[in-house]
């Protein structure tokens, strides 16, 4: 069965940065694209982030844009997010997802557990 | 961007009753509005996509409608484990967004 599993997240400071990973199995990793998405209180679910199967397209969300960076290894079924200059409204869960094609429109269709990051000083 | 509303924030319902939570799309999505359900401490899990096509396991009570900029989901009969959260999300164009959320209580 296709399992999502975040990691990495933590208690850092304002400025600071954070990789979180995501270790994908029971699907055919590279056939994907990938996403993140995060949920805050204040501010709902926001989707980051999505690399193709292949790493040569990613997309982000103007809030995150030129902070973090999306990457994967094929190889090791594994995404990641890289997160720098990280701010207090940072502070979220954070999930990875698998995206579809399915009927004519995209579909988020597996999630994993996510990932609890703490921005503060 | 993309505006996603949802109404109501929130209501409190009874087993047996028939729910409808409805989403509204600040322009025209055609088809691509999916939703997903969350309970406390989970991941939204999918529900419906495509408007109105159930996701796999999906209980026959749920459904969805709608097209261009106005939604609806449907429960027809609310069971236990329904109560959790509903959230819309549109698929035509990035920033992928989603509604605020309907939170639906035991009344």
């Known amino acids: 069965q296709v399992q999502l599993a975040e990691s990495g997240g933590g208690l850092v400071k304002p400025g600071g940065s954070l990789r979180l990973s995501c270790a994908a199995s029971?699907?055919?990793?590279?056939?994907?694209?990938m996403n993140w998405i995060r949920q805050s209180p204040g501010k709902g679910l926001e989707w980051l982030s999505y690399i193709n199967p292949s790493s040569a397209y990613t997309n982000y969300a103007d809030s995150v844009e030129g902070r973090f960076t999306v990457s994967r290894d094929n190889a090791k079924k594994s995404l990641y997010l890289q997160m720098n200059s990280l701010r207090a409204e940072d502070t979220a869960i954070y999930y990875c997802?698998?995206?579809?094609?399915?009927?004519?429109?995209?579909?988020?269709?597996?999630w994993g557990q996510g990932a609890l990051v703490t921005v503060s000083s | 961007d993309i505006q996603m509303t949802q109404s109501p924030s929130s209501l409190s319902a009874s087993v047996g009753d028939r729910v409808t939570v409805t989403c509204r799309a600040s322009q025209s999505i055609s088809g691509y509005l999916n939703w997903y359900q969350q309970k406390p401490g989970n991941a939204p899990k999918l529900l419906i996509y495509?408007?109105?096509t159930l996701q796999s396991g999906v209980p026959s009570r749920f459904s969805g409608s709608g097209s261009g900029t106005d939604f609806t989901l449907t429960i027809s009969s609310l069971q236990p484990e329904d109560f959790a959260t509903y959230f819309c999300?549109?698929?035509?164009?990035?920033?992928?967004?989603f509604g605020g959320g309907t939170k639906v209580e035991i009344e």
């Open positions: 495509a408007v109105s």
């Open positions: 029971g699907f055919t990793f590279s056939d994907y694209y």
């Open positions: 999300q549109q698929s035509y164009k990035t920033p992928l967004t």
């Open positions: 997802a698998r995206l579809v094609h399915d009927s004519g429109t995209y579909v988020l269709d597996y």
